[in-house]
């Protein structure tokens, strides 16, 4: 039954999951036009403006489904254009690419956990009621996480995720070539991951050891940052 503290939790954890997403798009962008491509700038992704890399579908639509079925989602923005005939070494390129947005997510989550020092070294001294104090730390928190979810999950090595392009580039030439041929096979084996589980009802092992190191790179980035 959806109740309007159920409504609120969906809008706000979208929120969070489009200014993540757009930051982790916006490090695509980025690190092609560094790279020489300006493809990404020049159709105008080059922005951190959510809307310029909102996909209606992957980055509202399912998101806010699964959010209101308080059940995990999964989402995407619209790919950033990249030229690799624009790049000078163009299978290294893609990869440092493609790095960039998983990149970008940790680097934010730093970001978070900065501020949730701020108000830790504030705490005795906070202008506002203790309840307002616990939501924007939750918040924060909730941020963080999601943030580095994004990036792990990114990071598995199937087309069109990341890890993909980054694998691919990692390996020597000729493997390479023998392990591009995977990449029509991404999507369909991608979507078993995430589908096939629930359909017939056992658990989800990649889904959960995701969730795993998501924890562990989080409490291990708050441990570096001195967050408790």
């Not at 493609?98 to 005795?124: K, R, S, W, Y």
């Not at 506002?128 to 999950?153: E, M, Q």
């Not at 369909?188 to 658990?203: D, E, H, N, R, Y």
Request: proline share 8%.
């Amino acid at each position: 039954m959806l109740t309007p503290e159920k409504i609120y939790l969906a809008i706000l954890t979208i929120t969070q999951f489009i200014i993540l997403l757009t930051f982790h798009e916006w490090g695509h962008a980025k690190s092609a036009y560094m790279l020489g491509d300006p493809t990404a700038r020049d159709q105008g992704r080059l922005s951190l403006n959510p809307a310029v890399h909102i996909d209606p579908i992957g980055t509202l639509f399912l998101p806010l489904i699964g959010s209101l079925m308080e059940g995990g989602f999964f989402g995407w923005a619209k790919p950033v254009p990249v030229n690799p005939y624009n790049l000078k070494k163009p299978r290294r390129d893609l990869m440092l690419i493609a790095a960039a947005g998983p990149f970008m997510n940790i680097v934010l989550t730093f970001a978070i956990f900065g501020l949730m020092h701020i108000f830790e070294l504030t705490h005795d001294y906070r202008p506002f009621d203790a309840r307002t104090y616990v939501g924007i730390k939750t918040f924060l928190r909730n941020s963080g996480i999601i943030s580095v979810f994004l990036a792990a999950f990114n990071m598995l090595p199937l087309f069109p995720l990341d890890g993909f392009s980054v694998v691919n580039g990692l390996l020597p030439e000729s493997v390479s070539r023998q392990f591009s041929k995977l990449a029509p096979y991404g999507m369909p084996i991608l979507m078993a991951i995430i589908f096939l589980p629930v359909i017939i009802g056992i658990p989800n092992y990649i889904f959960d050891f995701l969730y795993f190191m998501t924890i562990e790179i989080y409490d291990f980035i708050g441990k570096i940052i001195g967050v408790r």
